[in-house]
């Protein structure tokens, strides 16, 4: 009885996979078979049809068949096996592939035509004959990724095509546009595709800035080092002043460090001051203080940069302040001289900036007197065009200082006005706390602690300690203390103190703020799909504003990494 049944089921297997063979059917009972067949890859289904063929053989039906099998049914470990037996037993001659894949375009015989153009492509694939003819079957085969990495290995063949080729890519992505967008598209290719010259990786990353992709520019300058290891230096220029222009500081520090400018014995002075003056620029923006201040050292010769690279140079030197106290005073000397440089050289613009430099400078150095003099002289200076959102800022702040709190209130308004101003922002989340807490003592410890305080790191941990859990301020007290925590190297240590915030003011700004941090703190700790996972729950949470921003910026980043 049980022979019996097994000779009825191979019967019946049989019969299903003589069926399946043809390369056309798609039916829900084949795909079943299929999916027997991956699972028992013992079949050697795909090897017995490769067996079949005839050395150079022009078997339309066999070969559609061991195509077919090759693409749907063989197990991908076995792939590349399968591939190299096959490859010897297709016809020989390019003019038999090319009139045949003419011969189904022609007719829009479209599945033929990709089946054999996957064969072509394994006997051929560096043949510019078949080349334009496999791309046009992919595009009116709507495979529009097979025809963009179409477009690249033709590149690679004829590097001459260059300039047709960028024009024929740009055209494929305004055709996708109704199925991907620029950025999906050139990302399939971009992870895709393996390239073999830097030409292709140029040409992709001439694409992502036409159509702002700055993650896809990043890669494939990356993908352009790793074949050339050194890129021509203006290539390299131009890759930096696009992520310059477009605000992308962290883009443009990943280039520089791989181009590893410091050390290079390549570079004239002129080509060394320029990636200097980028490195000065990306590292202002990510607060990296430590980068700007040690570039120049010893001997800050500063004399060369240009009025903006020597602000932001001064301005390093004011708010670095992990150091030790002869290093700091040595930094604010430095400091001095450059604003005074400025203040007597440079264009209308950085003076003005110098000046608000300079009344930071003295803020630090707890001259508050001398400060609110410089700001009040400016601000009655009938030639000055800019705006008085900074003057009216730092006047707050030194009257935050000297607790004078109503008039500070009055003053963080005013400067809050001036929405298009970067000093705006910063003006209203001062003016938030100073209205969480209207109780002296505890409202001086936390402002005492503020980045913009003359104090240093031990006293502001200091101050932050002596704020009480009862205070409104006591989570944010607890977030800058993890902040100031973390950037002097001991993120474990922060990372508890964000975990108290979260578990104690659950589903509110701070505690999903500190929960971001929090993420981006155990990254290394944790596996991709875990920090992603984090990352959306913290999207789902709030909505709006800068801690969204934060994870989709830490979501986007992971995934290029990985």
């Given at each position: 009885m049980y022979l019996f049944l097994i000779i009825l089921f191979t019967a019946c297997f049989q019969t299903t996979f003589a069926k399946c063979q043809d390369w056309y059917q798609s039916t829900l009972e084949c795909e079943e078979y299929r999916k027997i067949l991956r699972a028992d890859s013992s079949q050697n289904i795909c090897r017995e049809n490769i067996q079949q063929l005839a050395i150079n053989s022009t078997d339309i039906n066999k070969l559609q068949k061991v195509s077919f099998c090759l693409r749907h049914v063989a197990p991908t470990h076995k792939l590349p096996t399968y591939i190299h037996l096959l490859k010897n037993k297709l016809p020989e001659k390019e003019s038999w592939f090319f009139n045949k894949l003419k011969q189904y375009r022609i007719h829009k015989e479209l599945e033929s035509a990709s089946t054999l153009a996957w064969l072509a492509e394994i006997r051929f694939p560096h043949s510019t004959t078949l080349r334009q003819e496999l791309t046009e079957i992919y595009k009116l085969n709507a495979d529009f990724i097979l025809a963009g990495k179409s477009?690249?290995?033709?590149?690679?063949?004829?590097?001459?095509?260059?300039?047709?080729?960028?024009?024929?890519?740009?055209?494929?992505?305004?055709?996708?546009?109704?199925?991907?967008?620029?950025?999906?598209?050139?990302?399939?290719?971009?992870?895709?595709?393996?390239?073999?010259?830097?030409?292709?990786?140029?040409?992709?990353?001439?694409?992502?800035?036409?159509?702002?992709?700055?993650?896809?520019?990043?890669?494939?300058?990356?993908?352009?080092?790793?074949?050339?290891?050194?890129?021509?230096?203006?290539?390299?220029?131009?890759?930096?002043?696009?992520?310059s222009d477009n605000n992308h500081w962290d883009y443009m520090l990943s280039v520089l460090k791989l181009t590893d400018w410091k050390k290079s014995k390549d570079l004239n002075t002129e080509n060394y001051r320029t990636y200097e003056k980028f490195f000065l620029k990306a590292s202002f923006h990510l607060k990296k203080w430590s980068n700007i201040v040690g570039i120049l050292s010893p001997g800050n010769d500063w004399h060369h940069l240009d009025w903006e690279a020597q602000l932001h140079f001064s301005l390093s030197c004011i708010r670095y302040r992990q150091v030790s106290e002869d290093r700091i005073q040595s930094l604010r000397k430095t400091a001095r001289k450059i604003l005074q440089h400025i203040r007597k050289n440079a264009p209308d613009p950085w003076q003005y900036r110098s000046i608000l430099a300079k009344t930071e400078l003295l803020i630090a150095e707890n001259k508050f007197i001398e400060a609110k003099g410089l700001l009040q002289k400016e601000k009655d200076n009938p030639g000055r065009k800019e705006s008085s959102s900074a003057l009216l800022y730092w006047r707050a702040i030194i009257n935050l200082f000297e607790q004078h709190y109503k008039k500070a209130d009055s003053l963080l308004v005013l400067a809050g006005a001036y929405t298009t101003e970067e000093s705006a922002g910063r003006a209203l989340e001062i003016r938030y706390w100073l209205m969480l807490d209207s109780s002296g003592a505890h409202r001086k410890h936390f402002f005492n602690a503020l980045p913009e305080s003359p104090f240093g790191y031990h006293e502001k941990i200091y101050f932050l300690s002596k704020i009480p859990e009862s205070s409104p301020l006591w989570p944010w007290g607890r977030l800058e203390s993890a902040t100031f925590i973390w950037k002097t190297g001991k993120p474990d240590s922060a990372v508890i103190l964000l975990d108290s915030i979260n578990k104690r003011y659950p589903n509110t700004w701070i505690g999903i703020k500190a929960k971001a941090l929090q993420t981006y703190l155990r990254e290394s700790d944790q596996t991709v799909d875990s920090s992603l996972a984090n990352y959306d729950e913290i999207l789902l949470q709030y909505q709006q504003g800068v801690i969204p921003e934060f994870s989709r910026e830490r979501i986007r980043q992971i995934k290029e990494k990985h």
């Open positions: 477009y690249l290995n033709w590149l690679n063949i004829e590097e001459t095509n260059k300039q047709f080729i960028f024009f024929s890519l740009s055209q494929l992505i305004q055709t996708v546009k109704t199925e991907l967008n620029a950025s999906e598209f050139l990302d399939s290719l971009i992870y895709g595709y393996s390239p073999h010259s830097t030409l292709s990786s140029s040409v992709l990353g001439e694409l992502c800035r036409k159509y702002n992709h700055a993650s896809g520019v990043l890669q494939c300058y990356r993908s352009q080092q790793a074949i050339s290891h050194q890129l021509p230096w203006k290539e390299t220029q131009t890759i930096l002043r696009y992520f």
